[in-house]
Nanobody, 126 residues
């Protein structure tokens, strides 16, 4: 019942910033944990960041902590991933995902996310 659409990817240079957006649609009473994952060429999909249903708790992978910030705006039905000080190793397709799981340890588990966007490409040149 939830649909997600990402946007904001692009080609940037190392040190630049990008803000990804994830617009959700569906019943207004559905609340979900929002996550961002990425997949680089030849690599497995990995967890990037997640935000709680309330929007007050966030989680980030070690590789992006301090550089990426996840947030959400319920009024706009939109989640965001602010990416600063981008590095070439950040190059990947970034996916927005939504999870209705109540498990407290599900924030980093991709199989817990039922809904996924189509992905947006982020390319960081050196």
């Amino acid at each position: 019942q939830v649909q997600l659409v990402e946007s904001g990817g692009g080609l940037v240079q190392a040190g630049d910033s990008l803000r990804l957006a994830c617009v959700s649609s569906g019943p207004s009473n559905i609340r979900f944990r929002l996550g961002w994952f990425r997949q680089a060429p030849g690599k497995e999909r990995e967890f990037v960041a997640a935000i709680s249903r309330s929007g007050t708790t966030t989680y980030s992978a070690d590789s992006v902590r301090g550089r990426f910030t996840i947030s959400r705006d319920y009024a706009k039905s939109t989640g965001y991933l602010q990416m600063n000080i981008l590095k070439p190793e950040d190059t990947a397709i970034y996916y927005c995902a939504a999870s209705t799981s109540l498990a407290t340890d599900s924030w980093m588990q991709d199989f817990r996310y039922e809904y996924w966007g189509q992905g947006t490409q982020v390319t960081v040149s050196s």
